[in-house]
């Protein structure tokens, strides 16, 4: 039940294409999910989070989608470029301002090509 | 991440050996992690310290230690190294009184290979 389950392994996408990577989840407690960024040679980043109480965040190019009653949520990435190439994890925990342990998800590798 | 730095970055050691991972921090944060990530396992966590005198373990604590030396530096220890531990290592930090709730800021990562 504490699982953050996350697909496709691995996506590649066409320049200025649309990238989804979907997470689902058991733990109706989860109250926070954040997406990271991963580079190759570096440290996973913060890129967006969103909480149950909202649908849809959107920061730039990146959007989360939340489903609640389904338990899924999905980062899209509008107008994908190069640069967006990279490891992305989805993660997710309870209590919003006091908990410190966050359920990964295994990751997905997206590559953009040119 | 220059403000979470790790040591080493890459090590090769053999079996039985006992290694020291170690990780600091400027940022000035109480709360410190280390996570192992293998390819399509995602990050794992090991260890977590939410202050100097708070250690607990993490989901895959088997066959490591920790050392909280100061607010800044959290160290992580391998005992006896066995071939299943080869794997990449990051230690993170997180700031309990503000900023993005649970948002975690990642070291650049240690490299470990046991032979």
């Known amino acids: 039940q504490q699982q953050v389950k996350q697909s496709p392994q691995s996506l590649i996408v066409q320049k200025g294409g649309i990238s989804i990577i979907n997470c689902a989840y058991e733990?109706?407690?989860?109250?926070?999910f954040p997406w990271y960024q991963q580079f190759p040679g570096k440290g996973p980043a913060l890129l967006i989070a969103?909480?149950?109480d909202v649908s849809e965040k959107k920061e730039g190019r990146f959007t989360i989608s939340f489903n609640k009653s389904a338990k899924q949520f999905s980062l899209h990435i509008m107008d994908s470029q190069p640069g967006d190439s990279a490891t992305y994890f989805c993660?997710?925990?309870?209590?919003?301002?006091?908990?410190?342990?966050?359920?990964w998800g295994a990751g997905t590798k997206l590559i953009i090509k040119p | 991440d220059a403000d979470v730095t790790q040591t080493p970055r890459n090590r090769i050691t053999k079996t039985g050996k006992r290694i020291m991972l170690e990780c600091s921090q400027t940022?000035?944060?109480?709360?410190m992690y280390w996570y192992r990530q293998d390819p399509g396992l995602g990050l794992q966590l090991i260890y977590y310290?939410?202050?100097?005198?708070?250690?607990n373990k993490g989901e895959i604590s088997d066959g490591y230690s920790v050392s909280r030396q100061a607010q800044a530096k959290f160290s992580l220890s391998l005992e006896s190294a066995i071939p299943n531990q080869t794997a990449l290592y990051f230690c993170?930090?997180?700031?309990?009184?503000?900023?993005?709730?649970?948002?975690?800021?990642f070291g650049p990562g240690t490299r470990l290979t046991v032979l």
């Open positions: 993170a930090t997180s700031d309990s009184r503000g900023g993005a709730p649970n948002e975690q800021f």
């Open positions: 940022k000035g944060h109480d709360r």
């Open positions: 310290s939410f202050d100097v005198k708070d250690i």
């Open positions: 733990n109706t407690a989860f109250d926070y």
């Open positions: 969103i909480r149950p």
């Open positions: 993660a997710a925990t309870t209590g919003w301002d006091s908990n410190y342990q966050l359920i």
